[in-house]
């Protein structure tokens, strides 16, 4: 039975219930629910829906699973964790994270300016922000203002530099000083598609040359009573947990060196992200669970610190891929389905046909169960010879058509007719017969990581799901480039259900998509960043929060640099009152596609 794999990625999250994709909590409303809300009010485009309630859920999951572990392992170092800001800085996810996350303390980490001042304005006073990448004196300055503040902030060092302003700073300002972290360069590296962020040859932190420097250093300057924190991250979504206790006994060794040297103030080893999420659909890529993960960080950090007679660190996590991903769905309107041009009434035979056309009239109409296969790949034959015909001259533009709607018609029936209720047996038929559905979407705008790298994300329809899908399908989307395309792979197969639009509506969930897509897509085309709202439940009830709509058109050109005043100027010169004013109305409305069938009645 096709559920798509519901069960591998979905986490309890989401559920099929009479058909239809729900959510798993509180009145368990379905998604075409909350999709036909949000339409009613005139969106018509794709739609980011966001979920804080699991957010939440990851959160309190994260914290509770580790402390568990630290009381199991009689642990005396505690536990803190921040989120990446880099994994999903819009605000609609933020503000309810910083909301859910103060009564743990949970804090924010920041790669850049612009993050470092969303977290100096949004984190909770006295929640851990840690700050990663290359700096340079600006942002130091700026981690100087937040200390000032009054924030709980940990500059993390990724080369030599960075200590000597950080010293400057100081020296110039007289303001109190932040704490201090040290990234180390583990010889170990990660596993999965981001483990270039770790090992020796990884682009962040210090070799163990430097890090004795950096210790010289900061004697010789008084900082050492600033070092609190030893960081290391092996790299996003690792899907075995090996890497992480290599990297966790090399860098315990590193924190309980520079102890016993000195570094009174030292109590944290922060162990970066690289909590994996399940985003496969067929089988799991992930092979531990959560509570393996804190009991081997904290069984391994206990063991060295024994070893080295040391306290025991307390532990920062940054996972944000784990606490991000499933919080937000993407839906999709199928806008067409490629075949539907080829609808029987469309049918327009001659007197006297070409005689493969003939033969496929008469593979139609007398197909049986027995000959189903047979006929469907014959008429696939057939196909391919009268388009050489066409080329050739030898058959016309209605012989073409006419050959064109029989054969997907033959396909269509051939399905029917083979009632085929095991997937293999479906996987066994042509890639020829695939349905390609045109979905109101961007990849390279909701989906970057699957267009930069092959990311797969789990994709479900949200209705019909009590009957069987019999489709092959390939996705399309609606930026004008052949990259923009999930093309049907025979190893991951996707099946959708054969449906006439004309009649009924048809939606397609991606889900996970919480972690890295938002920020990292682009406007190929200029579609923007879809309308997004966050469902949040009130007495029972749905409630939608926050509604953001896409970009209108003028936005996005402006974003761009143009100047809109003399856009409107210039439209307006050649144009009538009348005309400009409905032009206008264009201009303020969104890009992505809205009514496509005119006499389609919602
Ligand atoms: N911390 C650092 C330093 C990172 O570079 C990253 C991402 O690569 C993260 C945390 C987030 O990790 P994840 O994507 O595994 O949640």
Same mark, same amino acid.
């Given at each position: 039975?096709?559920?798509?794999?519901?069960?591998?990625?979905?986490?309890?999250?989401?559920?099929?219930?009479?058909?239809?994709?729900?959510?798993?909590?509180?009145?368990?409303?379905?998604?075409?629910?909350?999709?036909?809300?949000?339409?009613?009010?005139?969106?018509?485009?794709?739609?980011?829906?966001?979920?804080?309630?699991?957010?939440?859920?990851?959160?309190?999951?994260?914290?509770?699973?580790?402390?568990?572990?630290?009381?199991?392992?009689?642990?005396?170092?505690?536990?803190?964790?921040?989120?990446?800001?880099?994994?999903?800085?819009?605000?609609?996810?933020?503000?309810?994270?910083?909301?859910?996350?103060?009564?743990?303390?949970?804090?924010?980490?920041?790669?850049?300016?612009?993050?470092?001042?969303?977290?100096?304005?949004?984190?909770?006073?006295?929640?851990?922000?840690?700050?990663?990448?290359?700096?340079?004196?600006?942002?130091?300055?700026?981690?100087?203002?937040?200390?000032?503040?009054?924030?709980?902030?940990?500059?993390?060092?990724?080369?030599?530099?960075?200590?000597?302003?950080?010293?400057?700073?100081?020296?110039?300002?007289?303001?109190?000083?932040?704490?201090?972290?040290?990234?180390?360069?583990?010889?170990?590296?990660?596993?999965?598609?981001?483990?270039?962020?770790?090992?020796?040859?990884?682009?962040?932190?210090?070799?163990?040359?430097?890090?004795?420097?950096?210790?010289?250093?900061?004697?010789?300057?008084?900082?050492?009573?600033?070092?609190?924190?030893?960081?290391?991250?092996?790299?996003?979504?690792?899907?075995?947990?090996?890497?992480?206790?290599?990297?966790?006994?090399?860098?315990?060794?590193?924190?309980?060196?520079?102890?016993?040297?000195?570094?009174?103030?030292?109590?944290?080893?922060?162990?970066?992200?690289?909590?994996?999420?399940?985003?496969?659909?067929?089988?799991?890529?992930?092979?531990?669970?959560?509570?393996?993960?804190?009991?081997?960080?904290?069984?391994?950090?206990?063991?060295?610190?024994?070893?080295?007679?040391?306290?025991?660190?307390?532990?920062?996590?940054?996972?944000?891929?784990?606490?991000?991903?499933?919080?937000?769905?993407?839906?999709?309107?199928?806008?067409?389905?490629?075949?539907?041009?080829?609808?029987?009434?469309?049918?327009?035979?001659?007197?006297?046909?070409?005689?493969?056309?003939?033969?496929?009239?008469?593979?139609?109409?007398?197909?049986?169960?027995?000959?189903?296969?047979?006929?469907?790949?014959?008429?696939?034959?057939?196909?391919?010879?009268?388009?050489?015909?066409?080329?050739?001259?030898?058959?016309?533009?209605?012989?073409?058509?006419?050959?064109?709607?029989?054969?997907?018609?033959?396909?269509?029936?051939?399905?029917?007719?083979?009632?085929?209720?095991?997937?293999?047996? *479906?996987? /066994?038929?042509?890639?020829?017969?695939? @349905? %390609? #559905? !045109?979905?109101?979407? $961007?990849?390279?705008?909701?989906?970057?990581?699957?267009?930069?790298?092959?990311?797969?994300?789990?994709?479900?329809?949200?209705?019909?799901?009590?009957?069987?899908?019999?489709?092959?399908?390939?996705?399309?989307?609606?930026?004008?480039?052949?990259?923009?395309?999930?093309?049907?792979?025979?190893?991951?197969?996707?099946?959708?259900?054969?449906?006439?639009?004309?009649?009924?509506?048809?939606?397609?969930?991606?889900?996970?998509?919480?972690?890295?897509?938002?920020?990292?897509?682009?406007?190929?085309?200029?579609?923007?960043?879809?309308?997004?709202?966050?469902?949040?439940?009130?007495?029972?009830?749905?409630?939608?929060?926050?509604?953001?709509?896409?970009?209108?058109?003028?936005?996005?050109?402006?974003?761009?640099?143009?100047?809109?005043?003399?856009?409107?100027?210039?439209?307006?010169?050649? *144009?009538? /009152?009348?005309?400009?004013?409905?032009? @206008? %109305? #264009? !201009?303020?409305?969104? $890009?992505?596609?809205?009514?496509?069938?005119?006499?389609?009645?919602?």
């Amino acid at each position: 039975n096709n559920n798509y794999g519901i069960d591998i990625w979905s986490d309890g999250n989401f559920i099929i219930e009479d058909g239809l994709a729900k959510v798993n909590y509180d009145c368990k409303p379905s998604l075409i629910s909350i999709v036909k809300d949000i339409r009613k009010q005139d969106f018509k485009g794709p739609l980011l829906l966001r979920f804080p309630h699991i957010t939440n859920k990851q959160i309190t999951t994260l914290y509770d699973t580790f402390n568990a572990s630290i009381k199991e392992y009689d642990y005396k170092g505690n536990f803190n964790a921040v989120f990446p800001l880099k994994v999903n800085q819009l605000p609609n996810f933020i503000h309810p994270l910083v909301a859910m996350g103060k009564k743990y303390n949970y804090g924010l980490e920041a790669g850049s300016k612009a993050e470092l001042i969303i977290a100096m304005t949004y984190n909770n006073m006295g929640s851990p922000i840690t700050i990663n990448g290359f700096k340079d004196k600006e942002m130091i300055h700026l981690c100087f203002i937040a200390k000032s503040m009054g924030h709980n902030i940990t500059i993390i060092i990724e080369g030599l530099n960075e200590l000597e302003m950080i010293v400057e700073v100081l020296n110039e300002t007289k303001l109190a000083c932040p704490n201090i972290g040290l990234r180390v360069r583990l010889h170990s590296g990660g596993s999965g598609l981001w483990a270039k962020s770790g090992g020796i040859n990884s682009k962040f932190g210090l070799t163990s040359t430097e890090i004795l420097e950096a210790y010289e250093l900061m004697e010789d300057t008084d900082l050492v009573k600033y070092l609190t924190m030893i960081h290391f991250h092996i790299g996003s979504a690792m899907n075995s947990i090996k890497p992480l206790k290599k990297a966790l006994r090399e860098s315990g060794h590193i924190y309980a060196e520079l102890k016993n040297l000195g570094a009174i103030n030292l109590k944290s080893i922060n162990i970066g992200g690289g909590l994996a999420v399940e985003y496969s659909a067929y089988e799991r890529t992930r092979f531990y669970s959560l509570s393996e993960f804190a009991n081997d960080v904290v069984f391994t950090l206990k063991e060295i610190a024994k070893q080295k007679g040391v306290d025991e660190p307390n532990i920062f996590t940054e996972s944000g891929r784990f606490i991000s991903a499933a919080s937000t769905v993407l839906i999709t309107p199928v806008l067409e389905l490629f075949s539907a041009e080829y609808e029987l009434d469309h049918l327009n035979l001659k007197e006297n046909n070409p005689p493969l056309i003939q033969e496929l009239n008469d593979l139609f109409n007398d197909m049986t169960k027995r000959n189903a296969y047979e006929f469907m790949h014959d008429s696939i034959d057939h196909m391919e010879s009268l388009l050489t015909l066409f080329d050739l001259g030898y058959i016309d533009l209605q012989d073409r058509s006419n050959a064109e709607i029989l054969t997907h018609q033959i396909i269509k029936k051939a399905i029917s007719l083979l009632e085929i209720d095991d997937y293999e047996e *479906l996987k /066994k038929l042509d890639e020829n017969i695939q @349905e %390609k #559905y !045109l979905l109101n979407f $961007s990849l390279f705008q909701s989906l970057p990581d699957y267009w930069g790298i092959d990311q797969e994300f789990p994709i479900m329809p949200i209705t019909h799901l009590d009957k069987k899908p019999t489709r092959s399908a390939s996705l399309w989307d609606i930026t004008c480039d052949s990259d923009g395309e999930l093309p049907f792979d025979l190893k991951k197969p996707l099946y959708l259900h054969d449906v006439n639009l004309n009649k009924e509506d048809y939606f397609l969930g991606f889900f996970n998509v919480g972690a890295y897509q938002d920020t990292l897509g682009m406007k190929h085309n200029l579609f923007s960043h879809p309308t997004e709202v966050n469902i949040v439940f009130k007495d029972g009830k749905v409630v939608l929060e926050k509604i953001l709509e896409s970009q209108k058109i003028m936005d996005i050109l402006e974003d761009i640099d143009y100047d809109t005043d003399e856009i409107k100027t210039i439209l307006n010169k050649n *144009l009538s /009152k009348e005309i400009y004013e409905v032009l @206008e %109305k #264009y !201009l303020n409305e969104n $890009s992505y596609l809205k009514t496509i069938w005119s006499y389609y009645d919602e």
